[in-house]
């Protein structure tokens, strides 16, 4: 019953450097989510797809982009990794059963950049 | 501009009093509200939800309260536990009753809720 999964758990980059961070879930969620959770803040929306093939911007999307190519994955990309984007990285996912349905979370990624 | 707001950054509890943690909205279109409690390096857990056609939602030691006129929720835990020591976040979304709706969540700061034994 693994749910949602997040790699890596911690990361440090240096400025300018990319990575790719992982998101999976075993659910046959159709809609996942990428939000940010700086010190003290809420979680911000990054970006969402509804489904394979679909995504689209959240609140904060500079920066960052995704794809979806499998109902299970739904990986997000840093390109040019800055200082502002040191954060923790939530991936989330819910079914598509109706709009009243809570999403579920991964345990996060801890992103520093140096 | 916060459209989710609490305004108590902590709170401290005795092990079997209530918990009261409070939260406000500024926008009139949302329409599902959650509940959320976060251990520290996990991932928010679902606590409990309510739509905006209710005014109460109760699911054992937690009960949510919605006043839709002062644009409030409050979540009420009787009787609180240590283990219930946590940050809990409020959020919310809009649409949720439309079809193929994306429940994009707006979140509150958080309360950090203590729990002293």
């Known amino acids: 019953n693994a749910g949602v999964t997040q790699t890596p758990k911690f990361r440090i980059l240096k400025i300018g450097q990319s990575m790719t961070l992982q998101c999976t879930q075993d659910m046959n969620h159709n809609y996942m989510y990428w939000y940010r959770q700086d010190p003290g803040m809420g979680l911000k929306l990054i970006y969402y797809?509804?489904?394979?093939?679909?995504?689209d911007k959240g609140e904060v999307p500079n920066g960052y982009n995704v794809s979806r190519s499998t109902t299970e994955d739904f990986p997000l990309r840093l390109e040019l990794a800055a200082p502002s984007q040191t954060s923790v990285y939530f991936c989330?996912?819910?079914?598509?059963?109706?709009?009243?349905?809570?999403?579920?979370f991964g345990d996060g990624t801890r992103l520093s950049i140096l | 501009d916060q459209q989710v707001k609490q305004n108590s950054p902590s709170l401290s509890v005795q092990e079997g009093r209530i918990s009261i943690l409070n939260c406000d909205y500024t926008?009139?279109?949302?329409?599902?509200f959650l509940w959320y409690k976060k251990y520290p390096a996990e991932g928010p857990t679902f606590l409990i939800s309510?739509?905006?056609?209710?005014d109460k939602n109760e699911d054992g030691r937690f009960t949510v309260f919605l006043n839709k006129s002062a644009k409030h929720l409050s979540l009420h835990i009787v009787p609180s536990q240590p283990g219930d020591s946590a940050v809990y976040f409020c959020?919310?979304?809009?649409?949720?009753?439309?079809?193929?709706?994306?429940?994009?969540?707006?979140f509150g700061t958080g309360t950090l809720l203590a729990v002293q034994p």
């Open positions: 926008n009139s279109m949302f329409d599902y």
């Open positions: 989330a996912s819910r079914s598509p059963s109706g709009g009243n349905q809570p999403q579920h």
């Open positions: 797809s509804v489904g394979a093939g679909i995504t």
């Open positions: 959020a919310a979304s809009e649409g949720v009753r439309v079809r193929g709706a994306t429940n994009k969540l707006i």
């Open positions: 309510i739509s905006s056609i209710k």
